[in-house]
């Protein structure tokens, strides 16, 4: 990758941003500055939705769906459009990636890959299986036809957060579109602009006007009235259990609409003795809760290892952390960028002061750095001595700070890793198949890595249990947040 180019991108002026509503851009009832945690400048302006707005996608969604200009067009024709949708955000793939950058910190190295690159892939993937998804057909006595035949839901509600917002965007986006519904999407108010320049691009692609519309503004305001909207038949989101919370409630008290939420989580790393390699281990324990300066759902944020080896396994990560570059993230040689928001830093940074009263020890960070540009940074800071009890030890930090514990065997390891009233990914490192069977078995989460942490792919669900939330991200499974089931049953 060309730094240059990154450079002139990121010179570049940014339009202020505007609601999509039936395939025109609008105004909203306010606006907000949006500041780029890279220097703590104001980078443009973005609408803010009250409700009437939000009323106005949600019915413009609605009689799109209703009038079939892409719930009835046949899968072949949705097909098309997104994967023309796809090839588009490939041809602007590093001007969407600069774009997030700005808006919300992401190393640029890293955004490349996790933000256009997974967006384009997971739009081509869900456009291949739109004429792969077929009805069922009973099994019956000889006089009656039972047919079991999957239908778009209507108009699905789409909140998502600030950490990656075009790959998480995707995964909800591309199946609500390929399986013909209409979609109301929610951007985070500290990371919209690369949905919008998005959902401009779905214009250009041919998806209908009306089937993709984008409110953005605060939660409080526009998350609820969408959340609210009887129009919209389904809501997905992610982001934080408190809001989920909220959205649950908001359901039961407007049309009972369908939630599926994926809530986070505070995922165990777990290290024995016997990992192949402990050095290879030490370094993707290091990516796995650094890269994005921790701001990764599926982060291993706590990390246990095997006594026998704690305190050497310790010594090694902190020599790899401490030469983690971090800095500008529009840099390409910057591997932990900027936090999202001064609220999100000095979040972080009180939960290191929690760590440090209740008896944990500070091996390497703690502090905000480089506060002289004006942005969000911190230091990677890894934290030992962490019991369960301890609030760094059961809550999601959401930024570049890790909890260690030592344990002495296998059971306790187990015993560790599901303390927690999470469970969305964990990590295991271990040269036994056999142990790793037992602890892919018993850990309670949605996805367990076995000797690597994170790259799994759109081929395989994103799911949480516990209060990680309910539903699938990625792969054909998630197909089914956006279908209904209905029987034709036929006296022949």
């Not at 098309?80 to 590093?94: E, G, N």
């Not at 917002?165 to 951007?187: E, F, H, Q, R, T």
């Not at 750095?369 to 911190?378: I, S």
């Amino acid at each position: 990758m060309d730094q240059a180019l990154i450079d002139r991108l990121a010179a570049a002026p940014v339009a202020a941003g505007r609601l999509l509503i039936e395939g025109e851009w609008v105004e909203g009832a306010g606006e907000s500055p949006v500041l780029s945690p890279i220097d703590g400048r104001q980078l443009t302006t973005l609408a803010s939705a009250g409700p009437e707005d939000v009323a106005r996608a949600c019915a413009s969604a609605r009689a799109a769906f209703e009038d079939g200009r892409w719930s009835r067009l046949a899968p072949s024709a949705r097909k098309a459009v997104l994967h023309r949708l796809a090839d588009l955000i490939d041809k602007h793939a590093v001007e969407l990636a600069v774009l997030g950058v700005r808006d919300n910190g992401t190393e640029i190295s890293m955004a490349l890959k996790a933000e256009p690159g997974s967006a384009a892939g997971t739009f081509r993937y869900y456009a291949e299986a739109i004429d792969k998804v077929y009805g069922e057909v009973a099994p019956t006595a000889p006089n009656v036809l039972g047919l079991i035949h999957r239908e778009p839901v209507g108009v699905v509600g789409a909140i998502v957060p600030w950490n990656f917002p075009l790959m998480i965007g995707a995964w909800k986006i591309a199946p609500a579109l390929a399986m013909g519904n209409s979609v109301v999407l929610k951007p985070a108010e500290t990371a919209s602009l690369s949905l919008l320049r998005l959902a401009a691009l779905a214009l250009e692609a041919g998806v209908p006007p009306g089937v993709f519309n984008v409110v953005t503004g605060p939660g409080r305001v526009t998350g609820e009235a969408l959340a609210l909207a009887p129009e919209v038949d389904v809501l997905v989101f992610t982001g934080s259990g408190a809001t989920g919370r909220r959205l649950l409630q908001y359901s039961a008290q407007s049309n009972l609409k369908r939630c599926y939420l994926e809530l986070g989580g505070k995922s165990p790393n777990v290290v024995f003795a016997d990992a192949p390699d402990l050095s290879a281990a030490a370094k993707a324990a290091a990516t796995a809760i650094f890269r994005n300066a921790g701001q990764v759902c599926v982060a291993g944020s706590r990390l246990l290892v095997e006594a026998s080896v704690h305190d050497a396994f310790v010594a090694e990560l902190a020599t790899v952390t401490r030469k983690m570059a971090v800095g500008n993230p529009l840099r390409l040689e910057t591997q932990v960028g900027a936090v999202n928001s001064l609220v999100q830093l000095e979040a972080n940074l009180g939960f290191v002061a929690d760590a440090t009263r209740e008896g944990g020890e500070i091996v390497t960070g703690g502090t905000r750095a480089l506060q002289e540009t004006g942005g969000y940074y911190m230091d990677p800071t890894i934290v030992t001595g962490v019991r369960p009890e301890h609030r760094l030890y059961r809550e999601e930090v959401f930024g570049p700070v890790l909890a260690v514990a030592p344990f002495a065997d296998e059971a306790e390891a187990l015993r560790l890793a599901n303390a927690s009233d999470f469970g969305l990914a964990a990590g295991v490192w271990t040269n036994s198949l056999s142990r790793a069977h037992r602890m892919v078995r018993g850990i309670r989460a949605g996805v367990v890595h076995v000797n690597t942490y994170g790259g799994a792919d759109v081929t395989v669900p994103l799911s949480g249990v516990k209060q990680s939330g309910n539903g699938a991200d990625k792969s054909l499974h998630a197909l089914e947040k956006y279908t209904d089931l209905k029987t034709a049953w036929i006296q022949l």
